[in-house]
């Protein structure tokens, strides 16, 4: 009997992110725009997506998370990592060709949405400190740099 529960969890959509993207992120608290990396990868049997990230400031932490299903329930999750050491739990998903990845904590919700293109896209991020009060947090242009598999392993 097959207990993996990744099985039930379709991750086929995000093939598209596989490859490395050049970045440029704003955010209110930057003069400017600031450039980076993502890349996104399969870790060794396709079950989960890897995205590491990095940018040429400060401001901007480096950073690595893991897309794939919750230890339980429904849905994906991303797991979320970076050089400041924050750690931080998203839900996400990626529908109609959208990506999109969230998380209520209160005194610091976030939201990110992005209409995924084939060589570019834009992702737009908000976050609010009081429910429901959204402001403008990081957004990020990304333009592909290489579509060749870069993997830590091969998508099954």
Do not use: C
Not at 22 to 28: L, Q
Not at 37 to 62: K, Q
């Amino acid at each position: 009997m097959n207990t993996d529960k990744s099985d039930e969890f379709d991750l086929g959509g995000f093939s598209t992110l596989i490859g490395t993207w050049a970045t440029s992120a704003t955010h209110p608290q930057l003069d400017g725009a600031a450039s980076g990396t993502a890349t996104f990868a399969w870790l060794d049997g396709g079950r989960f997506l890897i995205l590491r990230t990095s940018h040429e400031h400060a401001l901007i932490p480096n950073a690595i998370a893991v897309i794939g299903p919750p230890e339980d329930g429904v849905g994906l999750v991303m797991e979320y990592f970076d050089s400041r050491g924050v750690r931080r739990t998203y839900r996400t998903s990626l529908a109609d060709g959208v990506w999109r990845y969230w998380r209520d904590a209160p005194g610091f919700d976030q939201r990110f949405s992005a209409t995924l293109g084939p060589d570019t896209f834009e992702g737009h991020g908000e976050l609010a400190r009081t429910a429901g009060e959204w402001h403008d947090d990081l957004h990020v242009s990304y333009r592909r740099t290489s579509s060749a598999p870069t993997t830590d392993g091969e998508r099954a």
